[in-house]
Protein backbone atom coordinates (compact mmCIF):
# COMPACT_ATOMS: atom_id res chain seq x y z
CA UNK A 1 0.00 0.00 0.00
CA UNK A 2 1.39 3.46 -0.94
CA UNK A 3 1.97 6.17 1.80
CA UNK A 4 -0.62 8.11 -0.02
CA UNK A 5 -3.09 5.53 0.09
CA UNK A 6 -2.28 4.81 4.28
CA UNK A 7 -2.87 8.68 4.92
CA UNK A 8 -6.35 8.63 2.92
CA UNK A 9 -7.31 5.14 5.25
CA UNK A 10 -5.89 6.54 8.01
CA UNK A 11 -8.55 9.97 7.79
CA UNK A 12 -11.33 7.82 6.79
CA UNK A 13 -10.71 5.31 10.21
CA UNK A 14 -10.61 9.05 11.98
CA UNK A 15 -13.50 10.95 10.24
CA UNK A 16 -15.29 7.46 11.36
CA UNK A 17 -14.15 7.75 15.08
CA UNK A 18 -15.60 10.83 15.46
CA UNK A 19 -18.53 10.03 14.42
CA UNK A 20 -19.23 7.63 16.96
CA UNK A 21 -18.53 8.43 21.07
CA UNK A 22 -17.87 4.60 22.04
CA UNK A 23 -15.47 2.63 20.44
CA UNK A 24 -15.02 -1.05 21.26
CA UNK A 25 -12.09 -3.32 20.18
CA UNK A 26 -12.36 -6.75 19.53
CA UNK A 27 -11.22 -9.83 18.43
CA UNK A 28 -13.20 -12.26 15.90
CA UNK A 29 -9.93 -14.21 14.68
CA UNK A 30 -11.34 -17.63 14.58
CA UNK A 31 -15.00 -16.99 13.24
CA UNK A 32 -15.85 -18.56 9.93
CA UNK A 33 -17.19 -16.33 7.10
CA UNK A 34 -20.89 -17.36 7.47
CA UNK A 35 -20.52 -15.84 11.82
CA UNK A 36 -18.80 -13.23 10.53
CA UNK A 37 -21.71 -12.43 8.32
CA UNK A 38 -24.01 -13.24 11.10
CA UNK A 39 -21.96 -10.50 13.27
CA UNK A 40 -22.18 -7.84 10.78
CA UNK A 41 -25.81 -8.24 10.31
CA UNK A 42 -26.46 -8.15 13.75
CA UNK A 43 -24.28 -4.90 13.90
CA UNK A 44 -26.22 -3.69 11.03
CA UNK A 45 -29.48 -4.63 13.17
CA UNK A 46 -28.78 -2.79 16.21
CA UNK A 47 -27.42 0.30 14.37
CA UNK A 48 -23.10 -0.70 15.31
CA UNK A 49 -20.86 0.02 13.02
CA UNK A 50 -18.26 -2.70 12.31
CA UNK A 51 -14.84 -2.28 10.96
CA UNK A 52 -11.71 -4.53 10.64
CA UNK A 53 -8.85 -2.47 9.97
CA UNK A 54 -4.63 -3.08 10.72
CA UNK A 55 -3.56 -2.26 13.88
CA UNK A 56 -0.52 -0.12 12.63
CA UNK A 57 -3.44 2.53 11.00
CA UNK A 58 -6.07 2.68 14.08
CA UNK A 59 -3.07 3.28 16.21
CA UNK A 60 -2.00 6.23 13.81
CA UNK A 61 -5.68 7.40 13.28
CA UNK A 62 -6.28 7.47 17.24
CA UNK A 63 -3.11 9.09 17.73
CA UNK A 64 -4.52 11.90 15.28
CA UNK A 65 -7.84 11.91 17.16
CA UNK A 66 -8.95 14.66 19.52
CA UNK A 67 -9.85 12.41 22.05
CA UNK A 68 -7.13 10.54 23.99
CA UNK A 69 -7.06 6.79 23.30
CA UNK A 70 -3.75 6.52 24.21
CA UNK A 71 -4.77 3.64 27.17
CA UNK A 72 -6.16 1.44 24.21
CA UNK A 73 -2.45 1.11 22.21
CA UNK A 74 -1.32 -1.72 23.90
CA UNK A 75 -4.43 -4.04 22.90
CA UNK A 76 -3.57 -3.33 19.34
CA UNK A 77 -2.12 -6.62 18.56
CA UNK A 78 -3.08 -9.40 16.59
CA UNK A 79 -6.84 -9.21 15.27
CA UNK A 80 -8.38 -6.26 15.71
CA UNK A 81 -12.37 -5.05 14.62
CA UNK A 82 -13.91 -2.23 15.82
CA UNK A 83 -17.49 -1.95 16.99
CA UNK A 84 -18.41 1.56 16.95
CA UNK A 85 -21.49 3.35 18.86
CA UNK A 86 -22.76 6.04 19.98
CA UNK A 87 -25.02 3.88 22.51
CA UNK A 88 -22.42 3.06 25.15
CA UNK A 89 -24.20 -0.74 26.19
CA UNK A 90 -25.02 -1.54 22.41
CA UNK A 91 -21.84 -3.03 21.46
CA UNK A 92 -21.49 -5.08 25.06
CA UNK A 93 -25.21 -6.26 24.59
CA UNK A 94 -24.63 -7.48 21.23
CA UNK A 95 -21.64 -9.06 21.73
CA UNK A 96 -23.28 -11.03 24.44
CA UNK A 97 -26.38 -11.76 22.37
CA UNK A 98 -23.87 -12.95 19.86
CA UNK A 99 -21.80 -15.72 21.98
CA UNK A 100 -25.59 -17.00 23.45
CA UNK A 101 -25.70 -18.09 19.80
CA UNK A 102 -22.02 -18.93 19.19
CA UNK A 103 -18.92 -19.74 20.99
CA UNK A 104 -16.89 -17.38 23.12
CA UNK A 105 -16.35 -14.97 20.11
CA UNK A 106 -16.20 -11.97 19.53
CA UNK A 107 -13.70 -11.71 22.73
CA UNK A 108 -13.74 -7.77 24.24
CA UNK A 109 -10.33 -6.29 23.83
CA UNK A 110 -10.86 -3.16 25.36
CA UNK A 111 -13.30 -0.37 25.00
CA UNK A 112 -13.39 3.77 25.06
CA UNK A 113 -17.34 4.91 26.58
CA UNK A 114 -18.34 7.93 27.63
CA UNK A 115 -14.42 9.54 28.44
CA UNK A 116 -13.91 6.03 30.37
CA UNK A 117 -11.27 2.84 29.33
CA UNK A 118 -12.91 -0.38 29.99
CA UNK A 119 -10.08 -3.18 29.72
CA UNK A 120 -10.04 -6.85 29.23
CA UNK A 121 -12.56 -9.75 29.12
CA UNK A 122 -14.00 -9.24 32.31
CA UNK A 123 -15.69 -6.11 32.03
CA UNK A 124 -17.95 -7.05 29.42
CA UNK A 125 -20.55 -7.52 31.90
CA UNK A 126 -20.05 -3.90 33.72
CA UNK A 127 -20.48 -2.18 30.13
CA UNK A 128 -23.70 -4.28 29.25
CA UNK A 129 -25.01 -3.25 32.51
CA UNK A 130 -24.24 0.51 31.48
CA UNK A 131 -27.37 2.67 30.86
CA UNK A 132 -27.50 4.60 28.24
CA UNK A 133 -28.27 8.36 28.17
CA UNK A 134 -31.68 7.68 26.77
CA UNK A 135 -32.44 5.20 29.28
CA UNK A 136 -31.32 7.88 32.07
CA UNK A 137 -33.02 10.03 30.74
CA UNK A 138 -36.38 8.06 30.91
CA UNK A 139 -35.42 7.20 34.41
CA UNK A 140 -35.03 11.32 35.24
CA UNK A 141 -38.22 11.94 33.51
CA UNK A 142 -40.30 8.90 35.28
CA UNK A 143 -39.16 10.13 39.10
CA UNK A 144 -39.87 13.50 37.91
CA UNK A 145 -43.61 12.59 37.17
CA UNK A 146 -43.92 9.96 40.24
CA UNK A 147 -44.96 12.40 42.49
CA UNK A 148 -47.27 14.34 40.28
CA UNK A 149 -48.94 11.44 39.52
CA UNK A 150 -49.40 10.37 43.65
CA UNK A 151 -51.10 13.91 44.25
CA UNK A 152 -52.99 13.28 40.50
CA UNK A 153 -54.09 10.17 42.33
CA UNK A 154 -54.63 11.08 45.87
CA UNK A 155 -56.86 13.87 44.45
CA UNK A 156 -58.92 11.54 42.15
CA UNK A 157 -59.36 8.98 44.84
CA UNK A 158 -60.69 11.42 47.06
CA UNK A 159 -63.16 12.79 44.64
CA UNK A 160 -64.17 9.62 44.10
CA UNK A 161 -64.79 8.79 47.65
CA UNK A 162 -66.90 12.06 48.44
CA UNK A 163 -68.86 11.60 44.95
CA UNK A 164 -70.05 8.32 47.00
CA UNK A 165 -71.15 10.05 50.25
CA UNK A 166 -72.35 12.58 48.66
CA UNK A 167 -74.30 10.17 46.77
CA UNK A 168 -75.26 7.72 49.69
CA UNK A 169 -76.29 10.88 51.43
CA UNK A 170 -78.87 12.09 48.65
CA UNK A 171 -80.36 8.42 48.38
CA UNK A 172 -81.29 8.33 51.96
Known amino acids: MKKED ?4 IEMIGNTLAEYSCVYLTQTAGLNAEKTS ?12 MLCVKNTLLKKA ?13 LLHGETTLLLSNTGNAPAKLIKKFRDKNDTLPMLKGAYV ?11 ET ?15 ALLQSPAKNVVS ?17 NR
Open 154 to 170: ALQSGATKLHGVLETLS
Open 62 to 74: LEASEVDYSELYD
Open 127 to 141: LANIKSKNELIADVV
Open 38 to 49: ALRRACFKDGVK
Open 6 to 9: KALV
Open 114 to 124: EETVYVGEEQL
